[in-house]
């Protein structure tokens, strides 16, 4: 999933997140995820990122 949002004009937002998923069998699954998320702020000619790494599983 990709997205981009401005709707405040001072700040830009963009959104993007990989995720993989392995279904084992019936019962079980895994699976990881990376999301990034980075805000850019026109006013203060800033930038803020963030990196999230996510992990689940069902057994």
Avoid: E, P
Avoid at 11 to 30: C, G, L, P
Avoid at 34 to 50: A, K, L, P
Wanted: glycine share 6%; charged share 15%.
């Amino acid at each position: 999933m990709v997205a981009w949002n401005s709707a405040n004009s001072k700040k830009n937002t963009f959104n993007w997140s990989v995720v993989f998923a392995h279904q084992i069998d019936s019962q079980r699954s895994v699976s990881a995820g990376v999301t990034c998320m980075n805000d850019y702020h026109h006013d203060r000619d800033v930038t803020h990122g963030r990196v999230m790494l996510n992990y689940w599983g069902r057994f």
